[in-house]
């Protein structure tokens, strides 16, 4: 069964910091993997996803995130910190086989970032 | 595409009363999803759909709620009767495939 597991509910970092959210899954067959992003009041949002190829996938506001299967880890990152970045993120992972579509989520970790 | 389209957005309703939450997909999109999320539970899976016909319903809390989807383009999640316990923004997402979710702005539902 696949599971994906967010170090950390909550993180807190300075305006202009290096932004690291972990993300570890479980997967007995090759993963597709993603990152959301919830708003105050919002839906979920894509953010960037990992299907095959390149293993560095950039997504939208400067985010980023590397597939390392050796670690099972999707890790996602971002160079320098904007308030607007205060959200919740979301780790999710699918069956790279699968025709439904359908995910597992993480628990979610909290960003908070301070001026 | 205008995305995926809940309503209504709000929705109060008191103890006891059926609550009709919509959802319509993106065209094209072969899957869809209802999600419950609340401070405690988090994301909760509670149904999906592929090609119309429902797949999983194993998140479904009990038997008050039900979900359909009649065609590609619609869909409903009913509770009979409602109860203050659920409470909580309720997600619909459609998907083409393995390419990732869309989800909706959600519905946020509270029971008086």
């Known amino acids: 069964a696949q599971s994906v597991t967010q170090l950390g509910s909550h993180v807190s970092v300075s305006e202009g910091a290096l932004v690291l959210l972990r993300c570890n899954y479980s997967s007995s067959v090759p993963p597709y993997l993603f990152w959301y992003v919830q708003y105050p009041n919002q839906g979920l949002q894509l953010l960037l996803k990992y299907t095959t190829g390149a293993t560095l996938v950039k997504g939208i506001n400067g985010f980023e995130a590397e597939f390392k299967k050796s670690e099972t880890s999707f890790h996602l990152t971002k160079p320098s910190a904007h308030m607007s970045d205060a959200a919740e993120y979301f780790c999710a992972v699918s069956e790279g086989s699968s025709n439904t579509g359908k995910l597992i989520f993480g628990q979610g970790t909290t960003l908070q970032v301070k001026p | ?112």
């Open chain 2, 1 to 112: 595409d205008a995305g995926v389209i809940q309503s209504p957005r709000h929705e109060v309703t008191e103890m006891g009363q059926e609550v009709t939450l919509r959802c319509k997909p993106i065209s094209g999109h072969n899957s869809l999803f209802w999600y419950r999320q609340t401070m405690m539970r988090g994301l909760e899976l509670l149904i999906y759909f592929n090609n119309n016909v429902p797949i999983d319903d194993s998140g479904m809390p009990e038997d008050r709620f039900s979900a359909k989807m009649p065609n590609a383009s619609f869909s409903t999640l009913k509770i009979q009767p409602s109860e203050p316990r659920d409470s909580a923004v309720y997600f619909c997402a459609s998907s083409l495939n393995n390419y990732g979710y869309t989800f909706g702005s959600g519905t946020r539902l509270t029971v008086v």
